[in-house]
């Protein structure tokens, strides 16, 4: 190909990415040298009168960086990608490689016990409580994943671009038998695409719209309610079985025992990926989504109480409503959380009674109350 080059860098022809003619741009941009000037005593807004607005220069991506810092403040950690048999594809910031790990776990219970696709997870940490989300993208059983600060539009963009990018490189290929060879050439060529992306969106800005789509619901539905110590579960509380895609586990004598058995596995479950976010993170995960259609999703939410207790539920519909749900069950859940977890489990087991008889009153929200 000639000069003039495309300025987005695809083919005129097939409009696919071109990492050569990239390089070669890229080159030129960085080897550009600005012009040295001789100070003049009259300068252009002097002559004018008025001031000059001056160009401003284009953000420099660099994914060597440890946060990629974007515009208005928004900023990408990692770019990853893994498939649902838990082979790592490419990340782009090996100090956030664990999050593949993580991503391959809530998938697990994101299509089993939540019966949906995963989403994205918003994660919590430090005393300023600064939010960072995780977003997720899984198409041919390939999940993309974006992690940083984004409204939930441009991350799916991101998402978007990195799917079509990986499926010209992988075409043809099965992902789970690539050798060590073909691995480090799509990493190396993903690599610069990435960076393309970065940039676009960059370019973007002004075209994108932070407005969110609003829920399609406006109620929420509780589906589980748990509480916990340290990991250790002190009370769990199955509200809608049929809502969820539960195993079984065994055969046993009474139902009561089959759902007592059915709380303690889905709450052993829960939480395993709050330990192993946290462990990994340093951060909590205020909730996990999971998406089951149009702007219709399931939330696996948790909440850090006093002395080291969560309370954790799953849940359906409008998540803006989850917060009042939690303030109606504080005055109850206080009542056993004053002191840390000693491991007499009378108080939990009789708050536990009576969560299970106000429940059976109500599941889905507003109105706030239990009469």
């Known amino acids: 190909m000639s000069k003039p080059y495309p300025k987005d860098n695809l083919c005129p022809r097939c409009k696919k990415f071109i990492a050569t003619l990239f390089d070669l741009t890229t080159e030129k941009e960085e080897k550009r040298q600005p012009k040295e000037f001789k100070t003049r005593g009259i300068t252009l807004s002097s002559k004018l009168g008025t001031k000059v607005r001056v160009k401003e220069q284009p953000l420099t991506i660099s994914l060597e960086s440890d946060k990629i810092k974007l515009k208005k403040g928004e900023y990408v950690k990692l770019l990853g990608i893994t498939s649902t048999e838990r082979t790592q594809l490419y990340c782009s910031n090996k100090n956030y490689a664990y999050l593949l790990e993580l991503t391959n776990n809530l998938d697990f219970i994101a299509t089993g016990i939540l019966e949906g696709d995963l989403d994205k997870m918003l994660l919590i940490s430090g005393e300023k409580e600064k939010e960072e989300k995780c977003q997720f993208y899984e198409k041919n059983d390939i999940i993309f994943i974006v992690y940083g600060k984004f409204p939930d539009k441009k991350g799916k963009w991101i998402l978007e671009q990195m799917s079509n990018h990986f499926s010209e490189l992988?075409?043809?290929?099965?992902?789970?038998?690539?050798?060590?060879?073909?691995?480090?050439?799509?990493?190396?060529?993903?690599?610069?695409?990435?960076?393309?992306?970065?940039?676009?969106?960059?370019?973007?800005?002004?075209?994108?719209?932070?407005?969110?789509?609003?829920?399609?619901?406006?109620?929420?539905?509780?589906?589980?309610?748990?509480?916990?110590?340290?990991?250790?579960?002190?009370?769990?509380?199955?509200?809608?079985?049929?809502?969820l895609n539960l195993d079984p586990i065994g055969e046993f004598e009474t139902p009561e025992e089959d759902k007592e058995m059915k709380e303690s596995m889905l709450t052993a479950r829960i939480e395993a990926i709050a330990a192993n976010t946290q462990g990994n993170t340093g951060a909590t995960p205020r909730w996990i989504a999971v998406k089951l259609g149009?702007?219709?999703?399931?939330?696996?939410?948790?909440?850090?109480?006093?002395?080291?207790?969560?309370?954790?539920?799953?849940?359906?519909?409008?998540?803006?409503?989850?917060?009042?749900?939690?303030?109606?069950?504080?005055?109850?859940?206080?009542?056993?959380?004053?002191?840390?977890?000693?491991?007499?489990?009378?108080?939990?087991?009789?708050?536990?009674?009576?969560?299970?008889?106000?429940?059976?009153?109500?599941?889905?929200?507003?109105?706030?109350?239990?009469?």
């Not at 969110?212 to 509780?222: F, S």
């Not at 999703?297 to 917060?323: A, C, H, P």
């Not at 106000?358 to 706030?368: E, H, V």
């Open 170 to 243: 992988v075409q043809g290929k099965d992902v789970e038998k690539l050798d060590k060879f073909d691995k480090y050439n799509i990493e190396r060529d993903f690599k610069k695409r990435t960076k393309f992306i970065l940039q676009q969106y960059v370019r973007l800005q002004e075209i994108f719209t932070d407005q969110e789509i609003p829920y399609v619901e406006d109620t929420i539905r509780i589906d589980y309610v748990g509480l916990s110590s340290m990991s250790i579960g002190v009370i769990s509380i199955l509200l809608g079985e049929e809502n």
């Open 294 to 371: 149009f702007q219709k999703y399931r939330f696996l939410t948790f909440k850090k109480l006093e002395n080291d207790y969560f309370i954790s539920m799953i849940s359906e519909g409008n998540l803006s409503k989850i917060e009042q749900v939690e303030k109606l069950l504080e005055p109850k859940i206080t009542q056993v959380t004053g002191t840390v977890f000693s491991g007499n489990l009378k108080p939990f087991n009789e708050l536990k009674i009576d969560l299970e008889k106000n429940f059976s009153n109500r599941k889905k929200f507003p109105p706030f109350s239990f009469n």
